[in-house]
């Protein structure tokens, strides 16, 4: 089970899983919802992102942890979180969670700490190189990274562009909504959003630009206007090079 908000994220994590050898994913888009699909179902191991709308992957996995059956107790449960404040670790095995990878997710790391819990059929997982080499440049994006995660398929390339465009032209627009000054629940959930749909795709200035947003817990509206400023025109040349270059 993969527990993840993000509509590009849930696709970009279940296609690492499809080249490690997993063909029965299912996803959650929130807390919620994966507690009650744990409580029906039975799971292998589960992939908790710590940060979700109406049940944070914490309080999830303390639900979790206090079922009835053995299932609850005992299933494996890896934290994905983007969050490299010191003692998020620490944090996340408080709440009863077994191991903890860090976002952007690596393909080797990801596959190191599902093998502390589960078995693989092989450890002849397909490592395919990149056969396109792009020119080290400034570019906005490290589409070796996109090569790498969808094994050179033109056809899978495109779906997970497609799906960050659209992801990110929404979470855009809510940003703009939600560009005023003060406490901004809404502005920041929004840019963590954003930033993780960024590291994914190897668009690191974007990325790094929308952590400074997601940051701006009390700010002025000029503040954050100048952010978003920033962040719009980052990403217009993100979505430029990606049409251009996939």
Same mark, same amino acid.
């Given at each position: 089970?993969?527990?993840?908000?993000?509509?590009?994220?849930?696709e970009f994590i279940k296609k690492v899983l499809a080249r490690l050898g997993f063909r029965n994913v299912d996803l959650a888009e929130d807390g919620l919802s994966a507690f009650t699909m744990i409580d029906k179902n039975g799971y292998d191991v589960?992939?908790?992102?710590?940060?979700?709308?109406?049940?944070?992957?914490?309080?999830?996995?303390?639900?979790?942890?206090?079922?009835?059956?053995?299932?609850?107790r005992n299933i494996p449960i890896i934290a994905v979180t983007a969050n490299a404040m010191l003692g998020e670790r620490e944090k996340c095995l408080q709440a009863g969670?077994?191991?903890?990878?860090?976002?952007? #997710?690596?393909?080797?790391?990801?596959?190191? $700490?599902?093998?502390r819990w589960?078995?693989?059929?092989? !450890?002849?997982?397909?490592?395919?190189?990149?056969?396109?080499?792009f020119v080290k440049t400034v570019a906005p994006v490290d589409l070796e990274r996109l090569e790498d995660f969808s094994d050179g398929d033109i056809m899978v390339k495109k779906e997970l562009v497609n799906l960050f465009v659209q992801q990110s032209e929404s979470n855009i627009h809510d940003l703009k909504a939600a560009c005023t000054g003060g406490q901004h629940k809404q502005w920041c959930e929004t840019a963590h959003m954003l930033k993780?749909?960024?590291a994914n795709m190897?668009?690191?200035?974007?990325?790094?630009?929308?952590? #400074?947003?997601?940051?701006?817990?009390?700010? $002025?509206?000029?503040?954050?206007?100048?952010?978003?400023? !920033?962040?719009?025109?980052?990403?217009?040349?993100?979505?430029?090079?990606i049409n251009k270059h996939v």
């Open positions: 089970l993969v527990a993840e908000d993000h509509p590009f994220n849930q589960i992939l908790m992102d710590c940060q979700m709308p109406r049940l944070s992957g914490y309080e999830t996995t303390k639900r979790i942890r206090n079922l009835p059956h053995d299932k609850g969670m077994n191991d903890y990878v860090s976002k952007p #997710i690596n393909t080797k790391q990801l596959k190191t $700490a599902l093998s589960i078995a693989f059929p092989s !450890d002849d997982v397909k490592h395919q190189q990149a056969q396109v080499k993780g749909a960024a190897g668009a690191e200035k974007l990325r790094t630009l929308c952590e #400074i947003a997601q940051n701006m817990k009390t700010a $002025a509206d000029e503040q954050r206007e100048d952010v978003l400023a !920033d962040i719009i025109a980052e990403y217009e040349g993100v979505k430029t090079y």
